[in-house]
């Protein structure tokens, strides 16, 4: 929930970047505090609201000079009473000047910030090669396009360096910095993690350009943990998500915090109900039993995006990779969502949701034994997978290049429905 809204912050400001802005008529907007807006504001984009806004100003100023218009009249269209003015803000924010910056970077039309879904970053090989030279000392090393395997897709943020590393480019520092600092947390916890690999200078990550880049170890082992046909994988994998459930619950960091229930009732269910993909008669029966549930159950820092290829396993020690997304949300997120991400991967109607179903209850059998659940998180669970699938399924309809997937999630979502009563552990 706290995402769409700072979300709409960020679009907010995109939008009037040439005229005044203030912190307190944003926090009014938001319908919070000025207090507790910074510190939101702060713990999901990563800096502070004023400094983002400055920094947007600043980086569309500069553009508009890589296309021709003078530095004066660049630096005062987005707010900068002078261009001494406007040097010394870039200059700080940057740490080089206007004129290095475009001479030594690619200047194209700033990077949408949508921290709802991170927009394609276009880098080449080549700069990347150049930026871990500068920064890291690395020379002669080869750089290979992540793939996801599910999909065939290539990410535009991640990149292998030989095979030690990982390459993270992100132009929400609030993502990178969660993500360093529950992996440095883990590590402490005797746990595999793809923990920063420092610059030259002591850094974790760095700024280039309009990107922060951070360089990670690459936790080398064994991603397949699950087959379709062994019902033990799933209980490991349910086991595993206990003990990352028990190290996290140890973390204190600022994340943003979620509420799961109102995203599905005020998000989720409006457009599922408007594509009659649910009936009146299912919302009334999630409003009334997991509404009556949700604010009892635990809550803790959760890692949010757990997909069994997320889980790495080297010998007899395990990992998890990709903590950018986490949040502070109800504890038993995370095995749940693990179990709608089996589903969509081998997903057909039939005898493979059957199937399914044994997998869902091996995992949280697993799970129980190692982070026992309590009776309400036990009630709740089946409604926590259907809000995933919600959730899911609410997403994809609203993404035009993913109409397959959506499709798939329309069938997955109404054999949930049919099929709740299975789910009951």
């Given at each position: ?262 995203g599905v009732v005020n998000w989720a269910i409006p457009m599922l109900q408007k594509a009659n993909i649910i009936s009146n008669a299912v919302y ?78 091996e995992i949280m059998y697993g799970y129980d034994t190692v982070a026992k659940l309590s009776d309400d998180e036990r009630k709740a669970i089946p ?43």
């Open positions: 929930m706290y995402r769409h809204i700072i979300q709409g912050s960020i679009d907010y400001i995109e939008n009037n970047l040439r005229s005044e802005l203030t912190a307190q008529e944003l926090s009014e907007k938001a319908g919070f505090s000025l207090f507790h807006y910074y510190r939101l504001f702060t713990s999901i984009v990563g800096i502070p609201v004023m400094q983002y806004i400055t920094r947007r100003r600043l980086l569309y100023a500069v553009y508009e000079m890589s296309k021709g218009m003078k530095k004066a009249d660049a630096a005062l269209l987005y707010g900068f009473d002078t261009y001494a003015g406007f040097y010394k803000a870039f200059l700080r924010e940057f740490g080089c000047t206007p004129s290095f910056y475009l001479s030594n970077f690619k200047i194209i039309k700033p990077y949408k910030i949508n921290i709802l879904q991170e927009e394609p970053i276009m880098v080449s090989h080549k700069q990347i090669k150049e930026l871990l030279s500068t920064y890291w000392g690395m020379d002669d090393v080869m750089i290979r396009d992540v793939i996801y395997e599910g999909t065939g897709i290539k990410s535009d943020s991640l990149y292998y360096v030989d095979d030690k590393y990982v390459l993270k480019l992100s132009t929400n520092l609030g993502k990178l910095k969660n993500h360093i600092k529950i992996s440095e947390a883990l590590e402490k916890e005797g746990l595999l993690a793809a923990t920063p690999v420092e610059t030259g200078s002591g850094e974790k990550y760095i700024q280039y350009g309009q990107l922060y880049c951070c360089l990670t170890k690459r936790i080398q082992g064994q991603q397949d943990l699950f087959r379709e046909d062994a019902k033990g994988d799933a209980r490991f994998i349910g086991e595993v998500i206990g003990h990352l459930s028990m190290a996290l619950s140890d973390i204190d960091i600022v994340v943003d915090e979620a509420n799961m229930y109102e009334r029966k999630y409003t009334e039993e997991f509404g009556g549930l949700y604010a009892g159950l635990p809550q803790q820092i959760i890692h949010r995006n757990l997909s069994p290829s997320n889980i790495i396993l080297e010998g007899s020690k395990w990992g998890i990779i990709e903590f950018e997304l986490s949040e502070r949300n109800i504890r038993i997120f995370d095995p749940c969502y693990a179990a709608t991400a089996i589903l969509s991967e081998f997903y057909s109607e039939g005898d493979r949701f059957a199937k399914w179903i044994e997998i869902y209850k409604y926590v997978v259907l809000s995933n699938q919600f959730q899911a399924t609410a997403w994809f309809s609203e993404q035009e290049k993913y109409k397959d997937v959506y499709e798939v999630n329309k069938l997955m979502t109404k054999s949930i429905v049919e099929n709740f009563d299975l789910l009951l552990l």
